[in-house]
């Protein structure tokens, strides 16, 4: 899964970064509201995990701009807050779920697995697979037909992503923050490149052709009947 932690301090963002890094989560750190929303806006993300307090845009602030955009990502807040009245706020405006600094790490890890799992994200115990591909998501062990699929780290990314989002139209541009992410030097070109690359790989099971494209918008993983 892939997390952007918004936390201005440095050591804490640290410590929770590397601990869902080691979970096996992609993580992204902002240090300020507004650079954080930034990402939370064009980005593409599965879990916000924010603090309250930030220079620049603050937690609420940071929420109700998200959700006024209709970005639903998940929220997690950490914050020193601890009055009644801020938890209401918090989760009233948007917050999936609340956390008072200082927190439990073994608990973060927790509520952070329930808020993927309440909002469909995968398991990182499960398998998914569409037709004859699967990931074991745990490993990365991607097979098609049983048969054992290699591919580089962008290339895995991008199926695991189409898989995420089967028989659903994804954009260039979706793929691209997805992957590559808001700081990237590459071009929005690279995206059509991976697409030929993953193609090619599949191609020796006749699996290229379940990935679509669609003319002026970007690409769909199809089985047509």
């Not at 979706?174 to 992957?179: F, G, L, M, T, W």
């Amino acid at each position: 899964m892939k997390l952007l932690i918004v936390e201005d301090d440095i050591g804490i963002s640290y410590t929770v970064a590397r601990v869902m890094q080691d979970e096996g989560h992609k993580v992204t750190e902002c240090y300020s509201g507004d650079e954080g929303l930034h990402h939370a806006l064009y980005g593409e993300f599965d879990l916000i995990i924010l603090d309250i307090m930030l220079p620049k845009v603050d937690g609420f602030t940071f929420i109700q701009e998200l959700r006024k955009q209709n970005v639903d990502t998940p929220i997690l807040c950490l914050t020193a807050k601890d009055a009644l009245n801020d938890r209401i706020k918090g989760l009233t405006i948007g917050a999936d779920d609340y956390m008072v600094k200082p927190f439990e790490i073994p608990e973060l890890i927790v509520r952070a697995k329930v808020l993927l799992r309440r909002y469909g994200k995968v398991n990182l115990e499960e398998q998914i697979s569409y037709g004859p591909i699967a990931i074991q998501v745990r490993n990365r062990l991607i097979t098609v037909t049983g048969e054992e699929l290699t591919l580089t780290e962008k290339e895995y990314e991008l199926l695991e992503y189409l898989l995420m989002n089967k028989e659903q139209i994804v954009t260039k541009e979706q793929i691209y923050n997805r992957i590559w992410g808001l700081d990237s030097e590459a071009g929005i070109g690279i995206v059509e490149l991976y697409v030929h690359y993953l193609r090619k790989k599949l191609s020796s099971w006749h699996a290229d052709q379940f990935i679509q494209t669609v003319r002026g918008l970007g690409y769909i993983l199809r089985i047509n009947e």
